[in-house]
Every structure is written in C-alpha cells, then in structure tokens.
C-alpha cells in the first residue's frame, strides 16, 4: 500500500465516521428531542440524517472492479422509492404521538439512503455521489410542502387542506410528562380527559351542548337574535366565561365555569392546553381558517 493509499483511507474511515455519527443521531432524535418544530424542519433533519447516511455508503462502497455489476441498478432504484414511502404525510402526527415507530421509521430513511448511495456507487464508480446528492434533495425538497397534511384521518375528521393551520397544528413537542404530542392530538386528548366529551359531539350527532363539527367559522345564533363568528375571541370567551355570550336553543349555566382556572393563569403561561382544545375544533370544521385558528407562536410563524 502506497502513503497515498493510506492517506485516502483515513480520509474514507474518517468520512465513514462522520457520516455514520450524522445518521445515527437523524435516527434516534424522535426518541431524544423535542422543542417545537414544524414538519419542514423535520423533512430538513431528514435530509440531514440522509447526508449522512450517504456519507456511510461512500466510505463502505467496494473499490472499483472491471467485472459486470448491473443488478445494483434494482437496488439503486427502488431503495429511493421506498425512502419517499416512509416519509408519507398523513402519519406525520400520528408518528409524532409514537416516538419509537417514528426511530424506526427514520431507521429505514437512512437505511434506504445507505442503500441507495452504495448500490448506485456499486454500479458505477462515481454514481454514488450523483444519488447522495439526489436523495438529500429529495428529503429536502420534502420540506417545502410535500410532508404538509391536516394529520392523521382517525384523529381528525376534517376535509380541510390549510396548509398554514396544518403546519402549526402539526407542531410537536414535548409535554412535562415527557410524552411527545401535537397541537390537535393534545386537544383531542384533552376533550375526553377534561369531559367535554359528556355535553359535546364531535360527528355531528345530537349533544347536551352545542356538537363541535362545523362549529369553528360558522355564525352562531345567540338567544338575543344576534349572529356572531366562532372565531379564536367567541370560542376562547366560550370555554373561559361560558356565562358571556347565550346561545340559542341551549340552556345558560350549565356549561361548567371551572375551566378557566384549569386553562388559564400563571400556571398556563403559554395556554397551550386551551390552544389545543381550539386547534382541535378547527379541525373539526369546513369553516375554520385565520380568524378562528389559535394564534401562532412566534417561534413557527413565518
Ligand atoms: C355539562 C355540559 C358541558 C360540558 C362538560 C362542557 N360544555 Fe361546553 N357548552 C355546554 C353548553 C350547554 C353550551 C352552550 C352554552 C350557552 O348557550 O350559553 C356550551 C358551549 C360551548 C362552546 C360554544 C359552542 C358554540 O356552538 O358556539 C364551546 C366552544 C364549548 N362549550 C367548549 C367546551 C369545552 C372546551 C369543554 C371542556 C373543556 C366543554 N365545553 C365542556 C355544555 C358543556
């Protein structure tokens, strides 16, 4: 072996290293993190962890030989296609909800990356490079509105596509608990635990209280004939002081007044569990856009 020789393989081992250290901290960050992030950051951590993996590849690929290697073309092919598979966006918050499928599920991302660059370096010396630079773009290229969805179909029962509500309602992160969540799947937590359930329907069915399907958006009939808008202010004044505004048709008083000590407060600075409650109410609505959707904190707001 020549000195120059030994120099390009300390460069490979090193890079090999390098990568396989990027990569692994892609996989298991679903498992270590969260502050908030958006499902664009997420796709660009993807792309990260892909780059590394990539970087693997290189550094493991076989050396150059003269011999026919033409089956690495199927493997070059189809292990890109299957990355994209895992990366499909309506389970984003679902995912976010599972932190060990979601390790998982960023394992096999940088497992069909690995197996991408190698079998395309494999077919042709070189072509390696070429894919790494394609599948990191592709991840990337994710980012940019692919992975945006309205969530998981058995959490929401919504038809709506807004792509500005889906980013913030998707923004996960980690509660006191520990327990990974995102905005609507809290809000939906919070609607059984916290026993709005007992008076309010959610698919439309008849309730003690107003249902919450189409609710959000929609003019609501008060008992003194005005109409207002279930914006942000009418459903925040709605869950806090119950006893401000009647509606038609529904008794006063019996919506509890408790909750505004439980939402609000200095306990609540953030009042993150009343946002989701109505994070979860636009999601249950046709209607629901700007106006009736929680403020977006300034760290995910453009
Ligand atoms: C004991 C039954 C009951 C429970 C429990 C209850 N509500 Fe209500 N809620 C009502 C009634 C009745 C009204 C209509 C109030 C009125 O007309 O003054 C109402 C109204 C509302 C509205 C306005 C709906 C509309 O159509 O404009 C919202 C929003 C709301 N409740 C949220 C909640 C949330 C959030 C919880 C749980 C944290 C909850 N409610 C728990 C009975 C209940």
Request: with cysteine.
């Amino acid at each position: 072996m020549t000195a120059g020789t030994k120099q390009l393989n300390r460069v490979r081992i090193a890079i090999g290293i390098i990568g396989a250290a990027i990569a692994l901290g892609g996989v298991i960050d679903p498992l270590i993190s969260h502050e908030m992030t958006t499902i664009a950051v997420h796709h660009l951590l993807h792309a990260g962890m892909a780059a590394g993996a990539g970087l693997l590849a290189l550094a493991v690929a076989l050396p150059g030989t003269d011999h026919e290697r033409s089956l690495w073309i199927w493997p070059a092919v189809i292990a890109p296609a299957i990355g994209l598979l895992l990366m499909w966006p309506s389970e984003y918050a679902w995912l976010m909800s599972h932190p060990w499928l979601h390790m998982l599920d960023h394992l096999g991302i940088a497992l069909t990356t690995l197996l991408a660059v190698y079998a395309a370096q494999a077919y042709v010396r070189g072509l390696g490079w070429l894919m790494l630079v394609l599948v990191v773009a592709m991840d990337a290229a994710c980012a940019g509105g692919f992975g945006v969805s309205p969530g998981p179909s058995f959490l929401l029962h919504s038809t709506r596509q807004s792509t500005g509500t889906a980013m913030a309602s998707n923004a996960s992160f980690r509660r006191g608990t520990g327990e990974i969540t995102t905005m609507h799947a809290l809000g939906a937590k919070l609607y059984n635990t916290m026993g709005c359930s007992g008076c309010h329907s959610v698919d439309g069915s008849k309730s003690p209280g107003p249902g919450w399907k189409d609710l959000a958006g929609y003019p609501q009939k008060l008992s003194n004939g005005k109409t207002m808008i279930a914006d942000y202010s009418f459903l925040r004044t709605m869950i806090l002081e119950p006893g401000k505004i009647d509606l038609a048709g529904y008794p006063a008083g019996v919506m509890p007044v408790m909750y505004k000590a439980m939402l609000t407060g200095p306990k609540h600075p953030h009042e993150i569990r009343l946002n989701a409650i109505i994070w979860y109410i636009n999601t249950l609505s046709h209607k629901a856009g700007k106006t009736s959707e929680p403020p977006v904190p300034d760290r995910l707001a453009k």
